[in-house]
């Protein structure tokens, strides 16, 4: 399988970039791809479990199964938790509710929205500056194309809200990656095929403020990602920075 780049000049460019390139006919269509923006164009496509793992790799142990034993055992640390019925039964349910938690899994978020993928890929920046990379990253799998199955080893997977505005907010889907790989690019380098199966746009650093200025008007802010009083605080934060930008300009 094929993982392309495409360059773009600025965040006007990737905003006309990634719907002529993904849409021909020049019209957004919900959910055929997903997206999923990191502040780094060298960060992998690895999952909090892959990463944690990442630690232990000299050890002669079965990723796939440790996997499984650490679900196993956040189910049975839950027992005595006021849990629903219905949600201890369903380990999808009982996976997503852990990672929300803290428990390492294979879930890796990705958005039917490419600006929301776009705010995480630059939220950071504009909040702590000082960037080390020259590019944003923001990644899209084709939703429908035959290598997220569960017959291959990584499923795109809906995960029970489970009471999380943060998943609904997101318009989130998760890829459930279940072969030895470490991360979605190694497990797509592994698929057979010539076809393209990820993108990956790059869009400048120097970029952060207009693009979350622009997002801001879009109504993605962190107090609309993140629900809450820390939300709320985090999106005073970042139109504070963004104010500042604007006087110097």
């Known amino acids: 399988m094929i993982i392309t780049t495409v360059e773009c000049a600025s965040w006007a460019d990737f905003k006309q970039s990634v719907i002529s390139e993904l849409f021909p006919r020049g019209s957004f269509h919900k959910g055929r791809f997903l997206f999923r923006g990191q502040g780094g164009e060298s960060w992998k496509l690895a999952s909090t479990f892959d990463r944690w793992f990442e630690g232990y790799k000299g ?7 440790v996997a499984d034993t650490l679900l196993n055992g956040f189910i049975r640390e839950c027992e005595l938790e006021d849990i629903p019925p219905e ?12 990672q929300h938690h803290g428990l390492p899994t ?3 978020d990705w958005s039917e929205s490419p600006y929301v993928a776009a705010f995480f890929a630059f939220s950071g920046h504009i909040r702590h500056g000082n960037p080390t ?3 944003v990253a923001i990644w899209v799998l084709e939703s429908g194309h035959y290598i997220w199955t569960d ?3 990584c499923a795109i997977v809906n995960v029970p809200s489970f009471g999380n505005e943060r998943i609904r907010n997101q318009h989130g889907r998760f890829t459930y990656l279940k072969t030895p790989a470490s991360s979605i690019e190694e497990y797509v380098a592994h698929c057979n095929g010539d076809d393209i199966a990820l993108r990956k746009f790059l869009v400048p650093v120097r970029d952060s403020a207009t693009a979350m200025a622009d997002l801001d008007a879009m109504g993605l802010s962190h107090s609309r990602i993140y629900p809450g009083l820390q ?14 930008y604007a006087e110097r300009t």
């Not at 050890?59 to 199964?65: D, E, M, R, V, Y």
């Not at 939300?231 to 500042?244: C, D, F, H, P, T």
């Open 151 to 153: 017959q291959h080893g």
């Open 59 to 65: 050890l002669p142990t079965n990723k796939i199964g």
């Open 106 to 108: 294979r879930l890796l």
């Open 231 to 244: 939300g709320n605080a985090k999106s005073a934060e970042v139109r504070a920075i963004l104010n500042m």
């Open 87 to 98: 949600v201890r039964a369903d380990r999808m349910m009982m996976l997503s509710l852990g």
């Open 133 to 135: 990379e020259a590019n």
